[in-house]
């Protein structure tokens, strides 16, 4: 028995040298003398082949092949976007230039006698609409996820999460009705506001898609340090919550960052929200309270109408690369962050 | 009076959990009330009448899902495709590796407006656009918003989630599986078919469905690729246009002539997409938690 096993084991390891060049032996597996004391009637994979490498060969050409094309497409969409906004650059489209979106007057009204596409309005409405959704969804969002990793009972855990969860599987657009329907109204009933909707009630709104994302990334960052640090300093005589504010939290600081500058990276390029809550007037204010139009907005509701390769469109092409370029960065930013958060906490522990 | 402090802040806490969950419970149940009134088996298999203030949602239940179709087929093969070479055949550390690798993460977090006007600059305009100057001199037939477009739109808008997540759970399969497979003179395509794949298999259901719930949701991408707020027949090829759950809802909030009269079917309508996505969601982390044996955290 012994024996016959280590037989075997020989001429399978000359057979694996040899398989390239030979392919009528790999019958030999089916040897009489050893059928029958293995555990298996064939083998569970037949000794290579020629064949067998070269379909492994080609199989790896395929996918790397699909993989390069997919990636790409995936470089592709900078690009395709960015080349409808390009002629902007070189010639002047219907009074358009590259610069006129920065140019006096500062008002937004792309129809109309003179069309004037200065989009500091919407890049001031949209600044306004991402902070007042992060100061909302920030300190919500943090606190319970240092309840759910700190404080929480672990059967209580296990149910927070997936219902925050839920928050995030909910479509924006039914956010943006929710918002639209109800919300703007009852905000309206109680403080009186002389427009229905306004930046206030885009910005609750955005922070209902804010506070998942920021949920469950701080939550990861709390839940990743070690127990040790925790442990040390409850036996250094520091209760439950100074541990979790003055340790926990800051060892997880990297990735608390990281959580918010994805939140606004978010919030920022979020569209049916603030399409549908933010009663979309360009106006250049700083109050809370008055209608706005975001970047984003503004391509959904006009690109529908505008003349194909007009000055126009080729604006709203230039506001996507603007939006993607400072989604981009920032994401970029939350990556590093991550990292830096696994390196410090992989180093110390 | 430390004891007060720490009491006070965990109660604190403790509310702003409280406050996400009620906003949520909020949101769930104004839709459940006020959208069982219409619901009814007519209301999901008839077609809208009267300028959407009465019928049904068929055309936008059935568009919906002929766009989740055609996304999926084109998104989970390419994702697992690319997740197979990330996981199996690139190497970690080199640069390619570390760009193309930033390069999906980041398409992750890109907004999903920036992807409809990528679907009208690329499929539309570019390959639209060639395919009638070459087939069809002279005529409009696939250079214009169709089921077609929005679905490849909407199928690079859900590639990364389907790479990422089934990246991940084959990085998760234990280094000994490949090992042993290769020990036992497997090559490394066998290995990877009949080894790795099976036990990445919940990757891929849950980035599937993770992309299928994300592509019946988002509205953004669809509205200048092929999405309608009316049409009178279901679209029977591929580059005529659709009706749209969520697009439906956004046009009959913003665009019907009385609010009013429409808001039962319009909650109904959310209530569907709701009912949707939240299967789909659920499923997904069933799958997670229940066959999620190689789990990275």
């Not at chain 1, 505008?306 to 939350?334: A, D, E, K, M, Q």
């Amino acid at each position: 028995m012994k024996g016959n096993s280590r037989i075997g084991a020989e001429k399978g390891v000359g057979k694996m040298e040899s398989a390239p060049s030979r392919h009528a032996d790999s019958t030999a597996a089916d040897d009489p003398a050893t059928e029958g004391q293995t555990p298996f009637s064939r083998p569970l994979f037949p000794p290579q082949s020629a064949v067998r490498n070269r379909i492994d060969r080609l199989g790896e050409l395929f996918i790397s092949a699909v993989a390069f094309v997919v990636i790409a497409i995936i470089f592709l969409i900078f690009i395709y976007v960015a080349r409808e906004a390009a002629p902007l650059a070189w010639r002047t489209i219907d009074g358009i230039l590259l610069w006129s979106p920065l140019q006096t007057p500062y008002t937004w009204q792309p129809v109309g006698g003179v069309p004037k596409f200065n989009i500091l309005p919407l890049i001031v409405g949209t600044l306004k609409v991402t902070l007042i959704a992060m100061l909302l969804a920030t300190p919500l969002a943090l606190a319970a996820a240092l309840y759910t990793a700190e404080f929480a009972p672990p059967s209580l855990r296990e149910w927070i999460k997936p219902a925050v969860e839920v928050l995030a599987g909910i479509p924006s657009v039914v956010i943006g009705f929710f918002v639209l329907i109800v919300l703007a109204s009852w905000l309206q009933d109680a403080f009186g506001f002389q427009f229905r909707l306004n930046a206030l009630s885009a910005g609750i709104g955005l922070a209902f898609a804010v506070i998942p994302l920021i949920y469950t990334v701080s939550e990861d960052a709390l839940t990743s340090v070690p127990k040790l640090y925790r442990e040390a300093s409850l036996a250094l005589g520091a209760s439950k919550p100074q541990t979790a504010v003055r340790v926990v939290l800051p060892a997880a600081s990297p990735g608390i960052f990281a959580a918010l500058v994805l939140g606004f990276g978010r919030a920022i390029g979020e569209t049916m929200i603030v399409l549908l809550a933010s009663g979309n007037a360009s106006m250049l204010s700083l109050s809370p309270f008055v209608p706005v139009r975001t970047l984003s907005a503004t391509i959904a509701s006009e690109l529908g109408e505008v003349v194909f390769g007009g000055g126009h469109y080729r604006v709203l092409f230039l506001i996507g690369v603007v939006l993607f370029l400072i989604t981009s960065l920032l994401n970029w930013i939350g990556a590093r962050c991550n990292r830096r958060l696994r390196q410090r906490l992989s180093g110390a522990a | 009076m430390r004891r007060m402090v720490d009491r006070t802040f965990v109660a604190m806490t403790l509310a702003a959990t409280l406050v996400i969950l009620a906003m949520i419970a909020i949101i769930l149940g104004n839709v459940v009330i006020h959208g069982r009134d219409r619901l009814s088996w007519e209301f999901l298999t008839a077609a809208p009448e009267q300028g959407m203030m009465a019928g049904g949602i068929f055309p936008a239940i059935y568009g919906t899902v002929l766009l989740v179709f055609l996304m999926s087929i084109v998104a989970v093969p390419f994702g697992v495709l690319v997740a197979i070479y990330f996981a199996e055949y690139a190497r970690a550390e080199s640069r390619l590796y570390r760009w193309t690798r930033m390069a999906v993460n980041n398409l992750a977090g890109v907004p999903s407006i920036v992807f409809g006007l990528f679907g009208l600059g690329f499929f539309i305009q570019t390959i639209g656009h060639g395919i009638d100057q070459v087939l069809y001199p002279g005529y409009l037939v696939y250079g214009q918003p169709s089921v077609l477009w929005a679905a490849m739109t909407m199928a690079v808008l859900t590639l990364p989630v389907v790479i990422i997540t089934v990246e991940e759970t084959m990085r998760a399969v234990p280094q000994e599986y490949r090992e042993a497979s290769l020990a036992l003179g497997a090559t490394r395509l066998q290995t990877i078919l009949r080894v790795i794949l099976p036990q990445a298999w919940s990757g891929v259901m849950t980035g599937a469905i993770l992309a299928i719930s994300r592509g019946a949701g988002e509205v953004a991408p669809v509205l200048f690729t092929g999405a309608a707020y009316f049409l009178p027949q279901l679209p029977t090829r591929a580059n005529e246009q659709f009706m749209h759950l969520g697009y439906h809802i956004y046009a009959m909030s913003t665009q019907s002539p009385d609010v009013e009269a429409t808001k039962p079917i319009l909650y109904s309508t959310v209530f569907v997409l709701l009912v949707l996505t939240f299967l789909l969601n659920l499923t997904a982390i069933l799958i997670r938690n229940r066959m999620g044996r190689w789990t990275t955290r």
